[in-house]
């Protein structure tokens, strides 16, 4: 009769594995009284049932049988496979996005540059805007950029959010986080051309309306997202193009403001006539997206170490992007808190250097809305890759749909 017994490698903190004893063949002499003599052709051979048994252990161990730590922060590209969830694909789209052009990235899918502030100062004076510029982005900033380091690195592929979602909570949720915040970015998108020729029609008296603003709109969508069609490269190197413009005023604004700086103006407060939602609303419309970055997390060269550190560039900058004008602004000059609205840093440039300063940053709102317009895209389009690869376009019925919200 067969019997079963149970061998171990020999290799401490393995698992034994059940194998199976070859029986001896009797020698019809026993009958008679002989020994019993094992047959040549059924002996056991030891060494081949040995590598044998080491080949089960290798296939055990390559079907995810056998599991190695390694050290905590470091990254061996090992995917995050949840349960009854297939691995996600690393597809390898040219991975060539390098710090600096990640850093402009992120600062317009987050900012553009100071453009929009100015309502913060209307809503509840110096002091407090400035002071929430550089507290908001503790609360709320500083937190929503570490998420996004830690789970763009822990997931590095496109799809951001997208696969965090449907490696947390099913396919399912994943595509209606995926459509809902695809279709609330391209609505975003359309803006940027529009605001784009508003800053120009003051020079360009015929881009205010008619068939020529129209032409220009479609002209500048397509050449936009021509470049876009191109590649993330070119847009990234774009990116950091368009931010020195739209930085570099502020710049030479705030050393032109020095003489007339007076420090005192920075401390006027009204505790009792703020507009509390205006001021709040602002602060967070300018401190917020920074999970945007996350869907072409897969089109960074080295995410582990590149992501988080162009998030913490790219914070810095935001932060310092808004907080310097502001000092320049309410510091330099008179205040009167109700012409502190959308572009009133262009009547503080008039102000403090001329028109020719005033055109500078009109400028450089314009070619703002150009850097968030691209930025946008790309996080979009990228998004979108993310989802095919993930196939996260799936079909539900509204059975499906009542079952998932019911679950």
Same mark, same amino acid.
């Given at each position: 009769?067969?019997?079963?017994?149970?061998?171990?490698?020999?290799? &401490?903190?393995?698992?034994?594995?059940?194998?199976?004893?070859?029986?001896?063949?009797?020698?019809?002499?026993?009958?008679?009284?002989?020994?019993?003599?094992?047959?040549?052709?059924?002996?056991?051979?030891?060494?081949?049932?040995?590598?044998?048994?080491?080949?089960?252990?290798?296939?055990?161990?390559?079907?995810?049988?056998?599991?190695?730590?390694?050290?905590?922060?470091?990254?061996?590209?090992?995917?995050?496979?949840?349960?009854?969830?297939?691995?996600?694909?690393?597809?390898?789209?040219?991975?060539?996005?390098?710090?600096?052009?990640?850093?402009?990235?992120?600062?317009?899918?987050?900012?553009?540059?100071?453009?929009?502030?100015?309502?913060?100062?209307?809503?509840?004076?110096?002091?407090?805007?400035?002071?929430?510029?550089?507290?908001?982005?503790?609360?709320?900033?500083?937190?929503?950029?570490?998420?996004?380091? +830690?789970?763009?690195?822990?997931?590095?592929?496109?799809?951001?959010?997208?696969?965090?979602?449907?490696?947390?909570?099913? &396919?399912?949720?994943?595509?209606?986080?995926?459509?809902?915040?695809?279709?609330?970015?391209?609505?975003?998108?359309?803006?940027?051309?529009?605001?784009?020729?508003?800053?120009? !029609?003051?020079?360009?008296?015929?881009?205010?309306?008619?068939?020529?603003?129209?032409?220009?709109?479609?002209?500048?969508?397509?050449?936009?997202?021509?470049?876009?069609?191109?590649?993330?490269?070119?847009?990234?190197?774009?990116?950091?193009?368009?931010?020195?413009?739209?930085?570099?005023?502020?710049?030479?604004?705030?050393?032109?403001?020095?003489? !007339?700086?007076?420090?005192?103006?920075?401390?006027?407060?009204?505790?009792?006539?703020?507009?509390?939602?205006?001021?709040?609303?602002?602060?967070?419309?300018?401190?917020?997206?920074?999970?945007?970055?996350?869907?072409?997390?897969? +089109?960074?060269?080295? &995410?582990?170490?590149?992501?988080?550190?162009?998030?913490?560039?790219?914070?810095?900058?935001?932060?310092?992007?808004?907080?310097?004008?502001?000092?320049?602004?309410?510091?330099?000059?008179?205040?009167?808190?109700?012409?502190?609205?959308?572009?009133?840093?262009?009547?503080?440039?008039?102000?403090?250097?001329?028109?020719?300063?005033?055109?500078?940053?009109?400028?450089?709102?314009?070619?703002?809305?150009?850097?968030?317009?691209?930025? +946008?895209?790309?996080?979009?389009?990228?998004?979108?890759?993310?989802?095919?690869?993930?196939?996260?376009?799936?079909?539900?019925?509204?059975?499906?749909?009542?079952?998932?919200?019911?679950?």
């Amino acid at each position: 009769m067969a019997q079963t017994g149970e061998k171990t490698n020999g290799s &401490p903190g393995t698992e034994p594995h059940a194998a199976i004893n070859i029986p001896t063949a009797q020698n019809p002499a026993a009958d008679h009284g002989d020994a019993t003599v094992p047959r040549a052709a059924a002996i056991p051979d030891t060494k081949t049932q040995q590598t044998s048994q080491n080949r089960l252990d290798e296939k055990l161990r390559g079907a995810g049988g056998g599991q190695t730590s390694i050290p905590m922060g470091e990254y061996n590209g090992s995917e995050y496979i949840g349960i009854n969830e297939a691995p996600s694909p690393r597809a390898n789209h040219g991975r060539k996005v390098s710090v600096l052009p990640l850093v402009f990235l992120i600062f317009y899918e987050v900012s553009g540059g100071p453009f929009g502030v100015e309502d913060s100062v209307r809503a509840a004076g110096p002091l407090l805007a400035l002071a929430g510029f550089l507290i908001f982005p503790l609360i709320w900033s500083v937190p929503e950029a570490l998420i996004t380091a +830690e789970m763009g690195t822990m997931f590095p592929e496109n799809g951001g959010y997208v696969v965090w979602v449907s490696s947390g909570l099913g &396919p399912f949720w994943g595509f209606q986080q995926g459509w809902m915040k695809w279709l609330s970015g391209v609505i975003d998108n359309a803006l940027y051309p529009v605001l784009f020729l508003d800053y120009l !029609k003051s020079g360009i008296p015929a881009l205010g309306g008619g068939l020529p603003r129209v032409i220009a709109v479609l002209a500048l969508t397509i050449v936009l997202t021509y470049m876009n069609y191109r590649g993330l490269t070119i847009v990234g190197w774009v990116a950091v193009l368009l931010g020195i413009f739209s930085i570099l005023p502020f710049i030479v604004m705030g050393f032109i403001s020095i003489p !007339k700086m007076k420090p005192e103006r920075w401390l006027v407060a009204d505790i009792h006539n703020v507009n509390w939602s205006l001021y709040l609303n602002t602060l967070f419309w300018n401190l917020n997206y920074w999970d945007s970055i996350s869907t072409l997390a897969g +089109e960074v060269e080295n &995410p582990k170490k590149t992501l988080p550190k162009a998030l913490f560039y790219a914070l810095i900058l935001v932060v310092l992007g808004y907080f310097f004008p502001l000092l320049t602004g309410t510091g330099a000059i008179p205040l009167d808190r109700e012409l502190w609205t959308d572009g009133y840093f262009s009547d503080v440039a008039k102000l403090l250097g001329g028109v020719w300063l005033r055109w500078w940053i009109q400028g450089a709102a314009a070619m703002s809305n150009m850097g968030m317009f691209v930025a +946008e895209m790309s996080s979009d389009s990228f998004q979108l890759l993310g989802m095919a690869e993930r196939e996260c376009f799936l079909s539900f019925s509204p059975g499906d749909l009542v079952m998932e919200l019911l679950s």
